[in-house]
């Protein structure tokens, strides 16, 4: 079974033994993936996670600027809402580079708990501490896979 699905900040890829979280959605991009707070995978992540949130701030900054500059009696509403688009924009560009990047095999995972919102997956990550991971905005194949991992791991 290969299969993925998209949640608010990124991708989770599915295969016969792991659960892959990238921010592309690519199998290629799995390969080389570590364990949830392994070493290699901490720095990868936190890497990406600096680039965004970099690229956010400086957005910020160029927004608040120009916002300062031209004074909000000057502005007109449409490029008021314009900069606040460009913001948002932005923040939902970048939101994938915020998650991270690990896979987690079927055999560490606790728990799935599946409702409308958010699935939670409780595993232990690679120092043997419990860990639990949120994906907010599965859609319905989303939940639908997890269900089935869901079913896999209850019966292991």
């Known amino acids: 079974m290969k299969d993925w699905c998209k949640h608010r900040f990124g991708y989770v890829n599915f295969d016969d033994t792991h659960l892959y979280f990238t921010s592309t959605g690519n199998w290629s991009d799995t390969e080389g993936l570590g364990n949830y707070n392994e070493e290699s995978t901490r720095k990868s992540s936190s890497a990406e996670r600096y680039k965004s949130m970099s690229y956010l701030a400086f957005v910020f ?41 690990f896979k987690i095999p079927y055999s560490d995972i606790t728990q799935i708990d599946i409702n409308d919102s958010v699935v ?10 419990e860990c639990t991971q949120e994906l907010p905005g599965l859609n319905n194949k989303g939940r639908d896979l997890f269900q089935s991992i869901s079913l896999l791991v209850q019966n292991d």
């Not at 939670?120 to 501490?129: I, M």
């Open 61 to 101: 900054v160029i927004t608040v600027s120009i916002l300062w500059a031209t004074g909000f009696r000057r502005m007109s509403y449409a490029s008021i809402i314009g900069l606040a688009w460009l913001a948002y924009s932005a923040y939902h560009y970048m939101a994938p580079g915020l998650s991270g990047e």
């Open 120 to 129: 939670k997956v409780t595993f232990f990550d690679s120092k043997r501490e």
